[in-house]
C-alpha cells in the first residue's frame, strides 16, 4: 500500500539553527500537510498546501516556518532559526482529492532542538 | 483550542468484548469526522470516517456512529483484540472558504486503548 514516507526520523539541531524536514507524499496525492506534536500535547495543524501554493496556515505557522514543493515528489518543511519550543514530531500528511477524503500520514520526524 | 475532546485519556477492555471511544465537538462548521489509531514511533493511521449527511458507518470491526444534535460521535470495535491496544484519536474537518478544500484536521487529545488478553 502506498505510504507518506518522512526523513529523517529523528533530528537533533542547535537552537538558531536552520532546519529542513523532508516528506515523499503519496504519488497521486494533490494535497499536502505539516503537523505537529508537542509532547504530551494535542496534534495541530500548522499548514496545508495544494496546487504550489499554501492554502491555509495556522498561527503556529509564522515567518520562521516556510514550505516547499521543489520537485514533483518531495515536500519539505523548513524552519529558518529554531526555538527550543520547536522541539515536537513534526508529521507530514496528504490526501488525494479535494472533498471529504482522508488524510495519510508519514510515520515523523522527531525534532529536538538544544 | 478545544473543538474536539475526548475525555477519557485511557480505557481497558478485555480481549473478545466491545470497545467504546467517545469524542464531543463544539464547532458546528464541521462536516466529516475521522478516527485514526497510532502506535508508538509511527504517525496516525488512518481507520474510519464519516460524513455528517450520515450518522453510521461500518468497516468489519469498526463502526462509528455520530450524532449530530450532540455533537458526539462514538467508536466501536468488536470485537477488541490485543492489537487494536493503541492510542485512537478522533479528528474533525470543516469546509472553510478562507482555505478552499483544504480541509485542515482539528484533533482530539486521544485515548489510550489497552485490550486485556
Known amino acids: 500500500e502506498p505510504e507518506v514516507t518522512q526523513t529523517p526520523s529523528h533530528q537533533v539541531t542547535q537552537m538558531g539553527q536552520e532546519v529542513i524536514l523532508r516528506c515523499v507524499p503519496i504519488?497521486?496525492?494533490?494535497?499536502f500537510y505539516w503537523y505537529r506534536q508537542i509532547l504530551g500535547q494535542k496534534v495541530e495543524f500548522l499548514v496545508s498546501?495544494?496546487?504550489?501554493?499554501?492554502?491555509?496556515k495556522s498561527e503556529i505557522f509564522d515567518d520562521q516556518f516556510s514550505v516547499e514543493r521543489p520537485d514533483g515528489s518531495n515536500f519539505t518543511l523548513k524552519i529558518r532559526s529554531t526555538k527550543l519550543e520547536d522541539s515536537a514530531m513534526y508529521f507530514c500528511?496528504?490526501?488525494?482529492?479535494?472533498?471529504?477524503?482522508?488524510?495519510?500520514f508519514g510515520d515523523g520526524t522527531r525534532l529536538s532542538i538544544l | 483550542d478545544q473543538q474536539v475532546k475526548q475525555n477519557s485519556p485511557s480505557l481497558s477492555v478485555q480481549e473478545g468484548r466491545i470497545s467504546i471511544l467517545n469524542c464531543d465537538y463544539t464547532?458546528?462548521?464541521?462536516?466529516?469526522f475521522l478516527w485514526y489509531k497510532k502506535y508508538p514511533a509511527e504517525g496516525p493511521t488512518f481507520l474510519i470516517s464519516i460524513s455528517s449527511i450520515k450518522d453510521k458507518n461500518e468497516d468489519g470491526r469498526f463502526t462509528v456512529f455520530l450524532n449530530k444534535s450532540a455533537k458526539h460521535l462514538s467508536l466501536h470495535i468488536v470485537p477488541s483484540q490485543p492489537g487494536d491496544s493503541a492510542v485512537y484519536f478522533c479528528?474533525?474537518?470543516?469546509?472553510?472558504?478562507?482555505?478552499?478544500?483544504?480541509?485542515?484536521?482539528?484533533f482530539g487529545s486521544g485515548t489510550q486503548l489497552t485490550v486485556l488478553p
Open positions: 504519488s497521486n496525492h494533490l494535497y
Open positions: 479528528a474533525a474537518s470543516a469546509l472553510y472558504i478562507s482555505s478552499g478544500s483544504a480541509r485542515q484536521l482539528t
Open positions: 464547532n458546528s462548521m464541521f462536516d466529516y
Open positions: 498546501f495544494y496546487n504550489n501554493e499554501i492554502s491555509e
Open positions: 500528511a496528504s490526501r488525494e482529492t479535494g472533498g471529504r477524503q482522508p488524510q495519510h
